[in-house]
């Protein structure tokens, strides 16, 4: 047996054993090489959402969430190069609740990197952010692979600086799921051409991922499941041989192929969301290619919460959910037909219809 497969299989028996007790989506992906002294796993934590109540009183469930998942992380074999935070660490990006959260991912081992989400930004712009974690958008290389950390929830000047009386009132507008009054996320010109300056001097049979905490392709604006310009940030990854982008962002399973560029979203902490057309019949662009998640129940806040093994094997994302209270499940990359694929749920009549409550 090879060393990769050793350490698969080692992984999947760490796996198998915290599957047991936990609730929780926590991610590894390992980056398998020809040579395996290149192979290496990080993890990923997202979407938290660590809420303030009054003095040093957060909302305990959502505490509870994260500090499980730091806990987990922390027991991963094979340990991790690095593990990711993918946005929206705090809930209305206040002081407290940014300082409460860093605090409790400060008890992970190894190096973090953080990506910044719409409810980190929106109070004041990320500038207790940048103090606590460093720059809103960066890139950095690992072992041979190139990873890029972008803000993608911007939005237009008009909506961000001149229609609200209070930061205080922005940060709330933006926060809510279903709301009219909230604003298209976008990239920006500035990290466009910063990200096309990056991506200039890398060699194009270079492995890319790509983090951000929206989606980078346009799902449903209604609840800024969008990025205003995904097509333009897409066509500067489109020279690449392999491109995979992880979000955060949705709390629920979608994955999707577009060219060259795999998408693949990742679970949340917190709560998970119903999909759009279950909630709102109103017009949404799912991926032609995603399967809704079973829901048994809508409404029970750890139904469709878990934990995902992600295998990347030269550049291609294997998803492997195990969802608590759900079915799990299985999203891979198939070579042959080029594009990410749910290996169970496919057939429609293999699909659990879901309770509805509203």
């Known amino acids: ?38 192979n ?35 027991l991963l074999t094979p340990k991790p190069d690095f593990v990711m935070f993918g946005g929206d660490l705090a809930q209305l990006g206040s002081k407290p609740e940014l300082d409460h959260g860093a605090e409790i991912l400060s008890a992970l081992h190894g190096n ?7 409810h980190d930004y929106y109070l004041d712009l990320g500038e207790y952010w940048g103090k606590l974690f460093g720059p809103q958008y960066y890139s950095f290389d690992h072992k041979g692979v190139h990873f890029v950390v972008l803000n993608s929830i911007k939005t237009y000047d008009d909506w961000t600086f001149k229609r609200w009386p209070t930061a205080e009132q922005r940060m709330l507008e933006m926060a809510g799921l279903d709301n009219p009054n909230g604003s298209p996320f976008m990239v920006g010109e500035e990290q466009r051409v910063w990200l096309k300056d990056d991506l200039d001097k890398i060699d194009k049979d270079t492995p890319v991922v790509v983090f951000s905490h929206s989606p980078l392709q346009k799902i449903y604006k209604g609840w800024n499941f ?11 990854l489109q020279p690449f041989n392999k491109v995979s982008v992880i979000y955060g962002h949705v709390h629920q399973i979608q994955y999707n192929q577009i060219g060259n560029i795999s998408f693949n979203s990742v679970m949340a902490t917190a709560w998970p969301w119903p999909y759009p057309q279950a909630y709102a019949q109103a017009e949404q662009y799912l991926p032609k290619l995603t399967v809704p998640m079973n829901r048994a129940d809508p409404f029970f806040d750890r139904d469709a919460t878990g934990w995902q093994f992600i295998n990347m094997a030269n550049g291609n994302l294997d998803l492997n959910y195990t969802l608590y209270n ?8 198939n070579t042959d037909k080029k594009r990410p ?16 409550h509203y």
């Open 1 to 38: 047996m090879s060393t990769i497969d050793n350490s698969r299989r080692n992984f999947i028996k760490t796996a198998g054993a915290l599957a047991i007790g936990t609730t929780l989506p926590i991610s590894l992906v390992e980056l398998a090489f020809a040579e395996s002294s290149q």
């Open 40 to 74: 290496f796993t990080f993890a990923y934590i997202s979407d938290a959402h660590i809420q303030h109540i009054k003095d040093n009183r957060f909302v305990r469930n959502w505490d509870r969430g994260l500090i499980r998942a730091v806990a987990e992380t922390n």
């Open 112 to 118: 973090v990197h953080y990506v910044m989400g719409e």
């Open 226 to 236: 969008w990025t205003e310009d995904a097509d333009q940030v897409q066509a500067l």
């Open 326 to 333: 759900n079915t799990s499940r299985i999203v891979r990359y």
């Open 341 to 356: 694929e749910d290996v169970a749920y496919q057939d429609e009549k293999a699909r659990i219809v879901p309770q509805t």
